[in-house]
Each structure stands twice: as C-alpha cells, then as structure tokens.
C-alpha cells in the first residue's frame, strides 16, 4: 500500500520544458545541468559507426528463399550486436508516418492551458508529463512528453487522449495498429532467429494479451545543450520499442562499447530497439542497449516511442530452450508490472534494473 500512496501524486511542483525554453533564459536551471561526467562531450563520440539498416522487403513481399534468409541474418546480427536497428519497406505507411508525427507536433504548439488539461501523475503516467520517476531533486531530462497506452484495450482510456488536433484519436488508432503487426512481425523473426519456435516471443508475451503503449517526446530547444540530456541513458524496460524519429533533425545516441554512436535517421524508416524483457527470454543472447537523447540550441525535435511489452501479471523468464548447463539462466523470473512499478519509483537511469535481475550464481 506504502508503494502505490507515493506514486499518487509528483514530489514537488512540475515545470514544463516548454516553458522554460520558451521563456528565453540563457542560463540552464540547476535540475537540468549534469554531471560533468554524464555530459553529452564526456563521452566520445564515434563518428565510424551506424546502426544497421535492413530492408524488410524481402520478408514481406519477397518469395527469393534466399534473399529471406540473407534478411534475417542480418537481423541476428544487429541483434546480437547492437540491440538497434533502422528498418525500412516496413508496411508502416510513409503518409501515416508524416501526419502522425506532424499531429503530435501540433499538440505540443497548442497553448499551455489546453495541454495542462492531461497533465498526468506518477500513479498510471497517461497524459501529458515532463518527468519519470519521484524522487525528490532528482535531476531532470530536458523534454516533455504524452504517454498513453493502446493495448490491453482494458488498459485503454481515450478520454486522456487529446482532443486537438481533431484527427489525434483516430490518427492514434490508425497508427497503433500499423505499428503492433510490424511488432508482430518481428517478434516472429526474432524468436526463429533465437532458435525458438515462431510463436515463442509472442506467447511468452501473452499471445492476444500483449501491451502496447505510446510515448510520444518533445525535446524543445536548449539555450545550454552541452550541458543536459533530453533523455538520461537508459535501456527501455519492455519487450520491443519501435521508435518513429524526427525528420529533420537527430539526437537519438546508442551506446557501442565505449563510444556513443549518433543515429542518422534515414528516410521514411522506423528503428527497432530491443527491450529488457527480450534480454531475459534470450537468456541475454539479445542485448537492451543504452541510449540516450542530446538536444541542441537550433531546432526543437519530436519522436515516437511505441511500446510492445509483455502482459502484466506473466512471469517473464530465460526460455528454457536457451538454458544449459554451459549457459544456465542469467535472469530469475519476475512480472513485467514489478519491474515497471520498479523503475516508475526510480527513473529510468543505465542498465542497473534489468542487471538487478541477474541471478548470483
Ligand atoms: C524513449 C527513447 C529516444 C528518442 O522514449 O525511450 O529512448 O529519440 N526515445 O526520442
Ligand atoms: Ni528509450
């Protein structure tokens, strides 16, 4: 009962990034400033790399066998060795893409007084938020954001979906449903790519039963960029985040090795991030990697998160068939709702959560 009371409500009084970006300060707050060490310059930067970027068109409309072959094998490979990728000839429209990301862009433009209406609170995070976690003085990510949630329906609320822009329910709806069949798609690839049977992710998940949410960020601009972070380093908590980024500017930074790689967003393409709930099925053969958003003084920045998660109440585990006596279980089992109320408490900060799982053996 303690647990769920400190989740009802935030800490101390929200300010929204907005507004202070709007309001034309040249000094950065103290809650946003880091770290030296946390900094975006601490770090290098590798300017080498890319994450891969794969061409589902030959999984999804192809019949060459070996053309499909090629195409998975270079998913096992971004898998195993970058837990992103960017996909492209994914089924989900170009169109849809636009106007979903120019509709949320318009919400954030909406005065103050309309968006404050979602304002939303530690106990289901819905709505319109500008922090995770409640920690009292804990420093803060510079960006606001909307985070609703599409699947369990039973998990669905549209009345906290905004109303303007007019088309945002439907566009929602459209948008979601384009995005959970290509989750479903690659929940297929990866599970045969693991050695699994097909359907072993998607039942392991929940089958029908599966979640699904939406986080959408907006990243205004930053008077002091070098000295904050859109978003701290973190690995997503959940299965699988596809994530639709801005077009016209980047900031999205994963984590290889030592270096920070800056992804180039390419046209019309989606990128693919593995969570830490496929890291403990795959018996951390799959990797959730860290990443984390920079922001710049020039142009603001709008990205979509979609969430595919496990279902609440299952017991995520290694799968047996990825268990050995040469490889035995990394992870005890745990429900995706633990883990999420978990990090709801804390924040979302590096790998220390789903490491915290590990078994010590
Ligand atoms: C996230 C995330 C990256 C981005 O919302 O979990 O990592 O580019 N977003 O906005
Ligand atoms: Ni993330």
Not at 20 to 26: K, Q, T, V, Y
Not at 322 to 349: E, N
Request: proline letters at 7%.
């Amino acid at each position: 009962m303690k647990m769920m009371n400190c989740l009802q409500s935030w800490p101390e009084p929200i300010v929204r990034v907005q507004s202070l970006s709007d309001s034309g300060i040249h000094v950065l707050p103290d809650r946003y400033i880091r770290h030296p060490s946390d900094r975006p310059s601490f770090t290098p930067i590798s300017t080498h790399a890319n994450i891969p970027v794969i061409d589902l068109h030959s999984l999804l409309a192809a019949r060459d066998a070996r053309l499909r072959q090629a195409t998975l094998d270079r998913i096992s490979g971004a898998c195993r060795e970058w837990g992103f990728f960017q996909v492209v000839n994914h089924g989900v429209r170009p169109e849809l893409m636009k106007s979903i990301r120019q509709l949320w862009r318009d919400f954030f433009h909406l005065p103050l007084e309309a968006k404050q209406v979602y304002a939303n609170s530690p106990a289901t995070y819905e709505g319109y938020g500008s922090r995770l976690g409640v920690e009292k003085g804990a420093k803060l990510d510079w960006s606001d954001y909307f985070f609703l949630n599409y699947l369990p329906e039973s998990a669905r609320d549209e009345n906290k979906w905004p109303t303007t822009p007019e088309s945002c329910r439907e566009l929602v709806h459209e948008y979601s449903k384009a995005v959970v069949e290509l989750c479903g798609i690659l929940m297929k690839i990866l599970s045969v790519n693991l050695g699994l049977e097909g359907d072993h992710l998607q039942n392991a998940f929940g089958g029908d039963d599966v979640g699904a949410c939406l986080r959408v960020n907006y990243y205004p601009k930053c008077p002091q960029p070098d000295l904050t972070l859109g978003i701290s380093p973190h690995s997503d908590p959940g299965g699988m985040t596809i994530l639709l980024p801005d077009d016209d500017v980047s900031g999205l930074q994963v984590r290889k090795g030592e270096h920070w790689v800056t992804v180039e967003p390419i046209p019309d393409a989606l990128i693919v991030n593995l969570g830490d709930q496929i890291q403990v099925i795959s018996n951390a053969i799959y990797k959730s990697v860290e990443h984390r958003v920079i922001v710049n003084s020039i142009k603001e920045r709008v990205s979509l998160a979609y969430f595919y998660n496990p279902k609440g109440d299952l017991l995520i585990e290694p799968a047996k068939k990825l268990v050995s006596k040469d490889r035995p279980a990394s992870y005890s089992a745990m429900t995706f709702d633990q883990y999420r109320l978990f990090i709801r408490q804390s924040g979302l900060w590096g790998k220390s959560q789903v490491e915290s799982l590990k078994c010590s053996q």
